[in-house]
């Protein structure tokens, strides 16, 4: 008898685990957490200039926007960072009118060296002031044309490992030059990011850094059937994972039921489940549960919303949809498209609009809310009798770091009442370069391991490249026909 089939059989945790400690030997962000910072360091000290301006785009600035945003508010930092990052002529001019730009370092990044982008705001730069040794760096990678530019000029270069994708660069020079210089403790940062790199990496680890809680737990039933156009018909005990229609004729994962694991006593109702809490699990079994819950009911729940409890995670969520669309959307080995659709809101604006759809809406989405346990401010709502509101008094003398997080737990309550929407919560310990770093580092392994259960390729951009290509040959047809007019 012979026998052949195209089809991949669901993975084992040990085996994706496997595959991970393998691509470190080729993936380079992985092991950024354990670099020295001495070079950033160093450079930062030399700075003369107050105001510094990042030349970049995509993952050239989105990962140090987020820190920077986090963490600007609640550290006395003795320089001023700004981002240039769009082709926008009205945001240009209007950031470009704020700044002294005598009295300005130029940080331009481009892994590739030959970004459109960034060129076109580095030559609009050129144009305004003399762009030398003296107030410009790149950052790239060695043998770039941009490096080379560099090189020409004498100017100070900062490399960009060819095995670290954009996406994920942002604890390289990307982000720790222009971070150090203006003051961030790049130590804790990385810091952090090594102590999940650690419990991630060796199980005997101490407790996890980021304290992470699964809500809503109960132990009813044991299965998780797709939905038929979000009919009533879907009984507990339905253990099958019917195709899509369009998916019947290329199949990825050839598993056709999606078992719990023993261990997970996860409570499935109606048409969705809640997650179990994970009191005390460490940081590796828990991003491979998280994993495998995300890939094996992508068909159910193909949304994925950040909900962040803090303004300062702003930054963060923009870094995320990058992370996690650039990523996760891919053809797989076999020619099926794949993907996870992310969304970034935050608490407690989002819960007066986007609460609606998770609550009422399809069941398509998993929510994790992010709350900060620590804002290290004490302003409070002051104890004001205002005519008429006598009945808010309530209000009177509680802190706003306290009302953030109750609205953040009202949120988590509501979503877990319903009894179908899958939902964990994250609480990092505060407002600091340790927290930040942690949390993002969590997320890149996240995405890796996602992309290891979904058979794709996490660091490749096919359908970026593509648009780069078509823009680049309009540009060049428009200068064609310009000179021929």
């Known amino acids: 008898m012979n026998y052949s089939h195209n089809f991949n059989p669901t993975i084992s945790d040990e085996d994706v685990f496997a595959e991970i400690v393998k691509e470190k030997n080729s993936i380079g962000y992985y092991t950024l957490p354990l670099q020295d910072t001495f070079v950033y360091k160093e450079y930062a000290k030399t700075v003369r200039q107050t105001n510094i301006v990042v030349i970049g785009i995509g993952g050239s600035t989105l990962g140090t926007y987020a820190i ?134 060796y199980v005997d680890a101490e407790k996890p850094a980021l304290k992470y809680g699964f809500q809503g737990v109960s132990e009813t039933a044991t299965s998780v059937p797709l939905h038929n156009n979000e009919a009533g018909n879907i009984s507990g005990t339905d253990t099958s994972v019917p195709l899509h229609n369009d998916e019947m004729d290329n199949i990825s994962e050839t598993a056709t039921s999606v078992p719990l694991h023993n261990d997970d006593k996860a409570n499935i109702s109606g048409t969705g489940t809640l997650v179990p809490a994970d009191n005390g699990i460490n940081t590796k079994q828990r991003l491979l549960k998280k994993a495998r819950f995300l890939v094996e009911y992508k068909y159910n729940f193909n949304i994925n919303v950040v909900f962040s409890y803090s303004s300062r995670l702003e930054g963060f969520n923009k870094w995320y949809i990058q992370l996690w669309g650039e990523s996760l959307g891919k053809i797989d080995i076999n020619n099926t498209r794949q993907g996870l659709t992310p969304i970034g809101i935050i608490g407690p604006i989002d819960q007066h609009s986007f609460l609606q759809l998770i609550i009422e809406g399809r069941r398509d989405k998993t929510v994790t809310v992010i709350k900060v346990e620590n804002f290290d401010n004490d302003l409070k709502i002051p104890d004001v009798k205002l005519e008429g509101l006598e009945e808010l008094q309530y209000l009177n003398n509680i802190p706003f770091s306290a009302l953030i997080n109750k609205q953040a737990d009202a949120t988590i309550e509501s979503i877990n009442n319903q009894k179908d929407i899958p939902c964990d919560v994250i609480t990092i310990d505060g407002v600091c370069e340790s927290a930040i770093a942690a949390l993002m580092y969590e997320y890149e392994l996240l995405t890796s391991l996602c992309a290891k259960l979904m058979y794709i390729d996490a660091y490749n951009q096919p359908g970026v490249e593509n648009g780069k290509i078509i823009l680049k040959k309009k540009l060049k047809q428009d200068r064609n026909n310009d000179s021929l007019q």
């Not at 981002?83 to 002529?89: N, R, W």
């Not at 770039?144 to 060819?162: C, G, Q, T, V």
């Open 68 to 201: 920077y945003k986090f963490l600007k508010h609640s550290k006395d930092l003795r320089k001023k960072l700004f981002f240039l990052e769009t082709t926008d002529p009205i945001d240009i001019k209007s950031k470009i009118e704020n700044i002294d730009l005598e009295d300005t370092l130029f940080i331009v990044i481009s892994k590739s060296g030959t970004t459109l982008e960034t060129i076109a705001l580095f030559k609009y730069i050129n144009s305004l002031v003399t762009c030398n040794k003296e107030n410009t760096v790149i950052v790239s990678e060695k043998d770039s044309k941009l490096s080379d530019y560099a090189r020409i000029h004498s100017m100070k270069i900062f490399e960009i490992p060819k095995n670290v994708g954009g996406r994920f660069s942002v604890f390289c020079a990307v982000g720790l030059l222009p971070l150090a210089i203006v003051g961030i403790d790049i130590d804790a940062l990385l810091g952090g990011a090594k102590k999940v790199h650690d419990e991630f990496f």
